[in-house]
């Protein structure tokens, strides 16, 4: 156990008991993190922090459900990914994480270098991110949560098969459809024209 989840399980213990400042710690420590996660899964701000809302209000509910085998933040994950999922069934449609996905800080744009790209790269550029966003739709909600997971949160197939209620093979292939997927769906988009 690292020190990030003894804290949480020394934190989570005090909530459990009624401690509302603990669980206010719990949110901050915690809640950062989750929406970027929410934000990657659903492509929009106001879904994300709507997701993160109701990932912590679930969590505040089930509480007294945690078990502590499994690390606090890989269980707070796997609500994220269920209030995510729930959200896009709910409304009938994928959303997928648009150009927010592949931005590491989105908003940090004094990080921008003083001198542009060329309009060609630019060009280049916006159209393989639509290519990125339009095979993304494409996922199934397990194929694209699992890619999101391991490839833009680093997370192991373990925390990835537990956030999703998959075996191990279940969550590897979850990954290699996906990976599969998108690279038939941007396999030409990689090579541009010179």
């Given amino acids: 156990m690292d020190r990030m989840e003894a804290e949480d399980a020394d934190v989570v213990a005090r909530a459990r008991d009624g401690d509302m400042e603990a669980f206010r710690a719990l949110v901050e ?29 679930r969590a505040y509910r089930r509480l007294d459900r945690y078990e502590s085998r499994a690390g606090f933040g ?3 994950h796997r609500i ?3 209030c995510a999922i729930d959200l896009t069934r709910s409304r009938g449609r994928h959303t997928p ?3 927010p996905a592949f931005e590491e800080h989105p908003d940090h744009t004094e990080q921008l270098p003083a001198h542009g790209p060329s309009p060609e790269t630019v060009v280049y550029s916006s159209e393989v991110r639509r290519k990125v966003g339009d095979a993304l739709d494409r996922l199934t909600s ?3 949560t699992a890619f999101v997971l391991r490839h833009f949160e680093e997370k192991s197939i373990e925390e990835i098969r537990t956030a999703l209620g998959l075996s191990e093979n279940a969550a590897k292939q979850c990954i290699f459809r996906a990976v599969r997927k998108l690279r038939r769906a941007l396999g030409p988009a990689m090579s541009p024209a010179r």
Wanted: hydrophobic share 35%.
């Fill in 29 to 57: 420590r915690h809640s950062r993190g989750l929406f970027h996660l929410a934000y990657r899964l659903t492509g929009n701000e106001q879904d994300a922090e709507d997701v993160v809302q109701e990932t912590f209000i």
């Fill in 74 to 76: 890989t269980w707070l």
């Fill in 80 to 82: 994220t990914v269920n």
């Fill in 97 to 99: 994480p648009r150009v």
């Fill in 142 to 144: 397990s194929e694209r």
